[in-house]
C-alpha cells in the first residue's frame, strides 16, 4: 500500500477545517500524510490543526506568513513524501473511502480523477451531482481525450485528483504564486504534458461546497476576461504542440474557450454592485473582442452553438436572462 500525502492549505478555516481534515483522517485508505500548510490564519484555524494533530500522528502542521493558496500548497508538495499526492480545500471534505477508490487505478496511470458532487452552501445544502462524459464505472484516457475533460469540469481544479509525486518533483512542477485565478488549471496544464493514460470515475470522491459570489468560480473578477484569454491562448499552444492532439481534438477544444467566454459573462450579469449600464459596457468587451467573435464562428459552423445564441449574444445580458429563465423551468 503506497503513502499518499494530502495537501490542505488552510486559510481563516476556523469553521470549516476540523471536518475537513477529519474526513482525510477517516479514510478508509489508512497508509496516508496529511499535511495542513496554515497560510497566516488570523482566527483559530491553527489552534484547531494543532489540536487535530495530537490526536492523529499522521498529521503535520506548517506555519507560514499569508501569501495565498498557491504558496502554501507548493510548501506542501516540497514536503511530502508520499508516492502520490492529492490536494483537499479547507471547506471541503472527502468522502470515507475517497482515496482508496481512486488508488484502485494508480498502476500504469499518471493521473487518477475522481467525481465528485456540489454543495450549495447557500441554497440549504443542496447536493448537485456532477456529470460524467462516459459510462461506466470508470474510463482510461489519453491526451486526446482533453477537450472531454476540460468541457465537462474534469480539467479546472486540481482537489479530487490523484498525482505522481515524481512527476512533479522530477519536472518541477508548482503552482504560479503570481496567480490568483486559474492557478488550478495551470497546473493541470504543466501536468498534463507528462500524462500518457489518466482513469477517471464515476464514483464520487469528494464534496466541493461553495457559497455563490465567495469562491473564485462563482464571484466577478474585474480582469477575468483577459486571465481566460491567456489561459486559453496557452491551451491551444500546448494542445498543438506540446500534447500534439489531433486537428478534431483541437477543433474540440474550441467548446471549452466558448464556455468560459460564456461563464465570464454571467458572472458580470450576476454581479450585485455593477449598474445595468456597467454589465452592458463590461459584457459588451467580452462580447464585441475579435477574439470572442472567431471562437463564437467556429462554434455555429461545428454545430455545437446555435445561431440563435449567436444572435442573442449581441445582447450579452439578454443572453444571460433568457438563460437563466430556461434553467429554472428545466430545475
Not at 24 to 45: P, V
Request: with cysteine; aromatic share 12%.
Amino acid at each position: 500500500m503506497e503513502k499518499v500525502t494530502i495537501i490542505i492549505p488552510a486559510y481563516n478555516a476556523q469553521n470549516t477545517i476540523k471536518r475537513s481534515v477529519l474526513s482525510a483522517c477517516n479514510q478508509t485508505y489508512k497508509n496516508i500524510e496529511i499535511l495542513i500548510i496554515n497560510d497566516g490564519s488570523q482566527d483559530k484555524t491553527f489552534e484547531i490543526c494543532k489540536d487535530l494533530e495530537k490526536k492523529d500522528i499522521r498529521i503535520s502542521i506548517r506555519h507560514i506568513p499569508n501569501q495565498g493558496v498557491s504558496a502554501a500548497r507548493n510548501v506542501g508538495i516540497s514536503e511530502a513524501t508520499g508516492k502520490f499526492l492529492t490536494f483537499l480545500d479547507a471547506d471541503d471534505y472527502l468522502e470515507p473511502d475517497g482515496i482508496e477508490i481512486m488508488m484502485q487505478y494508480a498502476d500504469n496511470t499518471e493521473l487518477i480523477i475522481g467525481n465528485y458532487l456540489t454543495v450549495d452552501i447557500a441554497n440549504n445544502c443542496r447536493i448537485y451531482r456532477h456529470k460524467q462524459y462516459f459510462k461506466g464505472n470508470s474510463h482510461i484516457g489519453t491526451k486526446e481525450e482533453l477537450p472531454e475533460l476540460c468541457n465537462s469540469r474534469n480539467f479546472h481544479c486540481v482537489w479530487g485528483k490523484i498525482y505522481r509525486t515524481d512527476i512533479i518533483f522530477n519536472n518541477h512542477l508548482f503552482f504560479d504564486i503570481h496567480r490568483d485565478y486559474g492557478e488550478d488549471i495551470k497546473f493541470n496544464m504543466d501536468y498534463f504534458q507528462y500524462v500518457e493514460r489518466f482513469a477517471i470515475l464515476h464514483k464520487e470522491v469528494y464534496q466541493y461546497c461553495y457559497l455563490f459570489g465567495k469562491g473564485l468560480g462563482t464571484r466577478f473578477i474585474n480582469n477575468e476576461w483577459e486571465i481566460q484569454k491567456e489561459l486559453c491562448s496557452l491551451l491551444q499552444y500546448k494542445s498543438k504542440h506540446i500534447y500534439q492532439l489531433s486537428e478534431e481534438g483541437q477543433d474540440k477544444l474550441n467548446h471549452f474557450y466558448y464556455s468560459q467566454g460564456i461563464a465570464v459573462i454571467h458572472r458580470i450579469a450576476h454581479e450585485k454592485e455593477m449598474s445595468i449600464f456597467e454589465k452592458k459596457y463590461n459584457i459588451s468587451k467580452v462580447t464585441r473582442s475579435t477574439i470572442f467573435q472567431d471562437i463564437l464562428n467556429r462554434e455555429v459552423k461545428s454545430g455545437r452553438v446555435s445561431y440563435v445564441d449567436k444572435i442573442l449574444l449581441k445582447n450579452g445580458l439578454l443572453y444571460v436572462i433568457i438563460h437563466d429563465f430556461y434553467t429554472k423551468l428545466k430545475y
